[in-house]
Each structure stands twice: as structure tokens, then as C-alpha cells.
């Protein structure tokens, strides 16, 4: 798993209570499901950066043939 940096957000109470809601009816902690929605529209917005492939970092992006 990838490091992780705590970080402080600062929201208004109804956008917190939402985040909540939504995060328990998806089984999600508040953390996770905060971080679910960020990686999601970065994902969206064609910022995030591409998953890293499977397997020991020496062979990615080689052929397995």
C-alpha cells in the first residue's frame, strides 16, 4: 500500500453529514470514502496519475510472451 500524509479538511456541517451518509450506506469509512471521491473525479478529470501495473517493478511494461 502507498504512503499515506494526514491532511486537514475543513467543511461545513451538511457536507460532512452527506459525506457520512453516503459513506455508511457504501460501507465506507468517512476517510475512505472522501478519498473514493477525490481519486474518482481525478480520475474523471484526466488528472490522476495511471495505476501502477502488477508485479516487481523491473517488469513492468514488458512483454510476458
Request: hydrophobic fraction near 35%; avoid cysteine; proline fraction near 9%.
Amino acid at each position: 500500500m502507498a504512503d499515506r500524509k494526514p491532511f486537514l479538511l475543513r467543511l461545513d456541517p451538511a457536507t460532512l453529514d452527506a459525506l457520512q451518509r453516503w459513506a455508511n450506506d457504501e460501507f465506507r469509512s468517512l476517510n475512505g470514502q472522501v478519498e473514493y471521491v477525490l481519486t474518482r473525479a481525478l480520475r474523471d478529470a484526466g488528472r490522476a496519475k495511471p495505476p501502477r501495473p502488477a508485479g516487481r517493478p523491473d517488469q513492468a511494461g514488458r512483454d510476458r510472451s
